[in-house]
């Protein structure tokens, strides 16, 4: 019989469908497997990769290193939802995920699902049903821990009216709605606030709160335990623009990123939030133009005379953490990783068979992703 701390190691070094498998095996290893203990140890060993996202049916996994790995997925049609599903967010290992942006179209109604692809489970969220809150959500996100709990919630943001209400005040005029796994309910969190101009499904995740940029007005935060709005200084003032160009806004080793690019420029900085929410700080400058050079594909006529040339690129992702600071950056044909320490740029590793599919900019959605263990419990869904 293997000794136990023996068995743990070699376990710990295995794929999760492995261990899936290996759970079968006997009730010591299945105790061992499923024990918090081994969840986190296994955990601190698993590196992270990235999730590039069009539909369901594409769904592509490439490691931040490099290296070949086996894609611990490429489809989430485990789900069963008929008009596929659109992924929303990925935290630690688990997605949020709906029902596909056409279900209206379909005459279906949309369906939101919190899975965990490794494992192939899934559970489907209930409706929320409050008098004057509407059932259809303007923006939902994920907050899961596996190391400090089991349980996920869900935060929702919903329109409210009430029956004196103006159609023009009611419009605006929002509820947060939570959900619990652990209670399996939903409940109204805080108080009814106004925000005229915010999109709400761009919502960021940081500093146990979930933030909202407006490109006009005041930009807003949830704190989720406190259950209280706040607001965000506005991000650095673009001179000479109208309207903001915001190109990137995200969360990354505990840090809440924020890149805006104008024009045809070559440089841009990344700011980062202060913790304190005193301000941006510029806290690296990006500059684009030997990657230009490398890809001229990237030049691009642009209709508008005052700005006659633009760099056709999407910027995917930052990763921060203590050993690397990197942007994932999205160029015609090629996916790259770009060094935010020291300006150097390589091309990120294999991402897909099909030549033509990186040509597509502006398609793609990237998560940071690493897999888990985590289980809970499928839910059916209340109509």
Not at 201 to 211: A, C, P
Not at 307 to 318: E, K, R, T
């Amino acid at each position: 019989m293997f000794h136990q701390d023996l068995l743990t190691d070699i376990l710990l070094r295995l794929p999760i469908k492995s261990l899936l498998r290996f759970k079968c095996v006997s009730k010591q290893w299945l105790s061992l497997i499923s024990s918090p203990q081994f969840h986190r140890r296994r955990r601190l060993l698993a590196s992270s990769g990235i999730l590039l996202c069009q539909t369901t049916d594409l769904i592509y996994h490439t490691s931040l290193a490099g290296t070949n790995s086996d894609l611990p997925f490429t489809s989430l049609s485990f789900i069963g939802d008929p008009a596929g599903v659109n992924i929303l967010q990925s935290s630690n290992g688990v997605l949020l995920c709906c029902s596909s942006f056409h279900t209206a179209r379909m005459g279906l109604g949309r369906s939101y699902y919190i899975c965990n692809p490794s494992t192939q489970q899934f559970s489907i969220l209930p409706k929320a049903d409050f008098e004057n809150v509407s059932k259809t959500i303007s923006g939902a996100y994920l907050v899961f821990d596996s190391s400090k709990s089991p349980h996920y919630r869900v935060v929702s943001v919903r329109r409210c009216s009430s029956p004196s209400s103006s159609s023009s005040s009611s419009s605006n005029s929002y509820h947060i709605v939570t959900y619990s796994s652990e209670t399996r309910a939903w409940r109204l969190s805080g108080s009814p606030f106004t925000a005229p101009v915010m999109v709400f499904d761009d919502g960021v995740l940081w500093n146990g709160s979930i933030h909202w940029l407006s490109p006009t007005g005041a930009s807003l935060f949830f704190h989720i335990d406190q259950e209280r709005l706040g607001t965000m200084p506005a991000p650095p003032s673009a001179e000479k623009w109208s309207n903001r160009r915001l190109r990137y806004f995200a969360e990354s080793g505990g840090h809440l990123h924020l890149i805006e690019v104008y024009g045809s420029a070559t440089r841009f900085h990344v700011y980062e939030l202060e913790r304190d929410y005193s301000s941006w700080l510029p806290t690296y400058q990006v500059d684009i133009s030997a990657i230009v050079d490398a890809f001229p594909v990237m030049v691009r006529s642009f209709p508008d005379t005052s700005d006659p040339i633009f760099y056709a690129f999407s910027l995917l992702l930052v990763k921060e953490d203590e050993k690397d600071s990197l942007l994932v950056l999205h160029v015609p044909g090629e996916f790259l990783l770009y060094n935010l320490r020291n300006g150097t740029f390589k091309k990120l590793g294999p991402v897909s068979s099909e030549e033509n599919i990186a040509l597509q900019i502006g398609c793609f959605h990237a998560y940071q992703y690493t897999e888990t263990l985590a289980e809970f419990l499928i839910a059916l869904c209340v109509q």
